[in-house]
């Protein structure tokens, strides 16, 4: 049988807290069995919504949106890639497939808060059975501080990354980070909740031309698509 890649549960703290929250809401609204019980219920039903959305993202939707994002690159082939928090490589795997004479690099600090197993070794296992380990590579490396010199990436992509650096001033400069290792006619492209607006003034101010599309309901949590290109010369 072939393996399959794993790329992790997002926000798995949340998405067992609203699951085991919702059940048990249920469980005491049956022992309940009153006016209280069928309120209690309710909270429960309601609590289940989201880690019923959840649990759909982690199965489907975040593969449909892998597409979503990797589908705003004119691709030619041989691009370089940088993906930033990688996690898992959803992004970095992907695009090594759109990119079969480049090579796609994937970045993380690898912390365990936001994705289950978010290991590099987990990342390289995904790659081997994807089959494109060859041309995926990865680093140990904070957003903030990249370890690659200017102009190395024809492509930079993230996605529910930015949001996990807690202040602004380090958002700040991850943002100036990927736009110091964007060559020339680059295009970065960034998926992320709330400050995605932030990060198309900042772009926009680091001399990229940013469009920020409208909310993907579809995803969990809903997400927007930052696209800045950087001009030639």
């Not at 370089?80 to 795997?93: E, F, K, Q, R, S």
């Not at 993380?108 to 041309?135: F, K, P, Y």
């Amino acid at each position: 049988m072939r393996r399959r890649a794993h790329y992790g549960i997002d926000g798995y703290p949340y998405l067992i807290g609203f699951t085991v929250g919702g059940l048990g809401a249920l469980s005491i609204s049956l022992w309940l069995g009153s006016r209280l019980g069928i309120a209690i219920a309710g909270l429960g039903a309601v609590a289940l919504v989201p880690a019923a959305l959840g649990a759909h993202y982690v199965a489907r939707g975040k593969f449909r949106h892998r597409d979503r994002v990797l589908d705003h690159v004119d691709w030619r082939g041989d691009e370089h890639v940088l993906d930033v928090g990688t996690g898992g490589g959803l992004l970095a795997i992907g695009a090594a497939k759109r990119a079969p004479r480049g090579r796609s690099v994937g970045i993380d600090i690898w912390d365990h808060g936001d994705l289950s197993g978010n290991t590099r070794e987990r990342m390289q296992r995904n790659a081997r059975i994807e089959g494109v380990a060859e041309r995926v590579g990865v680093h140990d490396d904070d957003a903030r501080a990249l370890s690659f010199a200017d102009g190395s990436f024809d492509v930079v992509v993230s996605m529910l990354c930015l949001h996990n650096i807690e202040d602004e001033a380090g958002r700040t400069a991850a943002l100036r980070e990927i736009v110091r290792v964007l060559k020339p006619g680059g295009t970065v492209v960034i998926s992320d909740l709330g400050g995605i607006d932030v990060y198309a003034v900042t772009l926009h101010d680091l001399g990229l031309s940013v469009a920020v599309g409208p909310i993907v309901w579809s995803t969990f949590p809903p997400q927007r698509i930052l696209v800045g290109r950087r001009a030639n010369g």
